[in-house]
């Protein structure tokens, strides 16, 4: 189980086949307070790099993208309610979904910390 990062300022911890998803640090520091939150539906089947929701903060809003394909499995409706557990605790309690991978080797192309911090300077 390594975190790993997207270009997209995502990050992903799979577990077993299913990963946990999120915005990153960089992300949430980046859009300012957060104030609301698109979540996919649990069930949808996506592709690696497609729209899965949107985040919206007081500055700006930006896309959520699915950083490996596969089935949304859960969702985190805490997020709904308290969108700032994105800014508060993004790699933590303030997770957007689960997914279950269906091409687990495409987690083998994504940034490990030491390349995602690189890239986010």
């Known amino acids: 189980m390594a975190l790993k990062y997207?270009?997209?300022?995502e990050w992903i911890l799979a577990d077993q086949g299913?990963?946990?998803?999120?915005?990153t640090h960089h992300a949430q520091d980046a859009l300012g307070d957060v104030v609301f939150v698109e979540l996919p539906?649990?069930?949808a089947h996506f592709g690696q790099?497609?729209?899965?929701?949107?985040v919206e903060s007081v500055k700006a809003?930006?896309?959520?993208?699915?950083?490996?394909?596969?089935?949304?499995?859960?969702?985190n409706d805490a997020l709904r309610d308290a969108p700032a557990l994105a800014n508060t605790d993004p790699l933590g309690a303030?997770?957007?979904?689960?997914v279950k991978l269906s091409e687990p080797a495409q987690l083998d192309a994504l940034m490990d910390e030491t390349a995602?911090?690189?890239f986010a300077k």
């Open 6 to 9: 997207t270009a997209e300022h």
């Open 94 to 98: 303030g997770w957007f979904f689960k």
């Open 18 to 23: 299913v990963a946990t998803v999120g915005i």
């Open 49 to 54: 790099g497609d729209v899965t929701g949107v």
């Open 61 to 75: 809003a930006a896309d959520v993208y699915m950083p490996v394909s596969g089935e949304i499995v859960a969702v």
């Open 41 to 43: 539906e649990v069930g």
């Open 116 to 118: 995602y911090g690189d």
